[in-house]
Nanobody, 126 residues
Framework: QLQLVESGGGLVQPGGSLRLSCSAS????????IGWFRQAPGKEREGVSC????????YYADSVKGRFTISRDNAKNTVYLQMNSLKPEDTAVYYC???????????????????WGQGTQVTVSS
């Protein structure tokens, strides 16, 4: 059964760090790009970052560039999102998702993704 499970969320003070994990099962992770998205209360879901399978290329939303780093460990079937210098506006539920099509460069558009995790809450507050 294909599944994505996020973990690592929590409450952190502004300026702090968290590392989110996206554990994949039921498919070959290294065939697919994986994206991270987030949704804050009352706001639309937005793309945060994605990582391609072909060359490991990455893409970041302007709002997180320089603060967040996405990486993947195909041997562990896991994609990570290291989040540093967190701000209150980073507060959201974070989701990982799998590209619909294998072996293509990632794009941060949620209609390009078919399987989604259940999400993990990140709260940045003092």
């Amino acid at each position: 059964q294909l599944q994505l499970v996020e973990s690592g969320g929590g409450l952190v003070q502004p300026g702090g760090s968290l590392r989110l994990s996206c554990s994949a099962s039921g498919f070959t992770l290294d065939y697919y790009a994986i994206g991270w998205f987030r949704q804050a209360p009352g706001k639309e879901r937005e793309g945060v970052s994605c990582i391609s399978n072909k060359d490991g290329s990455t893409y970041y939303a302007d709002s997180v560039k320089g603060r967040f780093t996405i990486s993947r460990d195909n041997a562990k079937n896991t994609v990570y999102l290291q989040m540093n210098s967190l701000k209150p506006e980073d507060t959201a539920v974070y989701y990982c998702a799998r590209d619909r099509i294998a072996f293509r460069l990632c794009v941060l558009a949620d209609n390009k993704y078919d399987y989604w995790g259940q999400g993990t809450q990140v709260t940045v507050s003092s």
